[in-house]
């Protein structure tokens, strides 16, 4: 049975080349990673569910060690990747997948990286001042959104951070009700609105019910195959899953040439 089908010519490849090789892009697709996710978010959700599972299966340990690299870029406060860099892009649209959500609170330090950067004072005028170093699809709006948006799906799985989570995580606090005041009504001011409730009043959550629809975003991977319940996660990735060891052999030769290889070359 054929893997997952991407759309308008993408494929597994052209989406981490583009995470992962700023600022050059894929050859066969030269279209910056934000053009792509775009394309990618307004597919039908069964769509994406398997498309997140299959990216995260080939890509999820490549980016989280390319995220915490001594790439120069990553550490230029006058490159927008700074702030969100297409790596990170890529990862945050992965969390929805609760194994990646794990991964990323497990990861040593993401977490307080992306903190200590919401917790600069400057963060919006030098965010701002990087708009010229934006790639396709991405704005200050978007990037500043989803690095809250981030924060917010990874404090979900608070019992996989560290503790203390961050030592200055309150400070945040009465910075994001300002940002809910200033952003009222749009992506940033809902989803600081959400995360300024999560550290505030982390009790006031209903765990189970977030958990329970995150589930609904693991599926079994054998095409074809609608199961969601007790699934068998592969030993390698640890990301993709299937309901049976029958599914997992007959999607073995698939899944084997993607499992946890990172950018490789383009193959049909």
Not at 70 to 92: G, I, K, R, V, W
Not at 136 to 159: K, N, P, W, Y
Not at 195 to 206: F, G, T
């Given at each position: 049975m054929a893997p997952q089908s991407y759309p308008q010519g993408m494929t597994l490849h052209t989406i981490g080349y583009a995470a992962l090789s700023y600022p050059s892009l894929a050859p066969e697709l030269p279209i910056p990673l934000g053009n792509q996710l775009g394309v990618l978010q307004?597919?039908?959700?069964?769509?994406?569910?398997?498309?997140?599972?299959?990216?995260?299966?080939?890509?999820?340990?490549?980016?989280?060690?390319?995220q915490t690299s001594?790439?120069?870029?990553?550490?230029?406060?006058?490159?927008?990747?700074?702030?969100?860099?297409?790596?990170?892009?890529?990862?945050?649209w992965l969390t929805s997948n609760p194994d990646v959500a794990i991964r990323c609170a497990k990861h040593p330090t993401l977490?307080?990286?992306?903190?200590?950067?919401?917790?600069?004072?400057?963060?919006?005028?030098d965010m701002k001042a990087c708009?010229?170093?934006?790639?396709?699809?991405?704005?200050?709006?978007?990037?500043?959104?989803?690095?809250?948006?981030?924060?917010?799906?990874?404090?979900?799985?608070?019992?996989?951070l560290p503790e203390p989570v961050h030592p200055r995580i309150q400070e945040l606090v009465p910075k994001l009700k300002a940002w809910k005041r200033k952003y009222s009504g749009k992506f940033i001011g809902r989803v600081a609105e959400?995360?300024?409730?999560?550290?505030?009043?982390?009790?006031?959550?209903?765990l189970d019910a977030v958990r329970e629809a995150q589930a609904e975003s693991v599926v079994c991977g054998y095409v074809g195959c609608a199961i969601k319940k007790e699934l068998l996660a592969c030993g390698q990735c640890k990301v993709q899953r299937y309901c049976s060891t029958e599914h997992q052999k007959k999607d073995g030769k698939f899944h084997k040439k993607i499992c946890n290889?990172?950018?490789i070359e383009d193959e049909e």
């Open positions: 307004r597919q039908p959700l069964s769509s994406q569910i398997r498309m997140m599972s299959e990216i995260g299966s080939q890509y999820l340990s490549v980016l989280l060690t390319y001594s790439a120069p870029h990553l550490h230029d406060p006058t490159n927008a990747q700074y702030y969100f860099s297409d790596a990170f892009a890529l990862l945050n977490f307080k990286d992306t903190i200590d950067k919401l917790l600069n004072n400057n963060l919006e005028r708009e010229a170093t934006r790639t396709g699809g991405m704005t200050f709006e978007a990037d500043f959104g989803s690095l809250l948006q981030f924060v917010s799906t990874i404090l979900l799985r608070r019992e996989f959400r995360l300024a409730a999560q550290i505030a009043s982390p009790e006031s959550l209903d290889k990172g950018l």
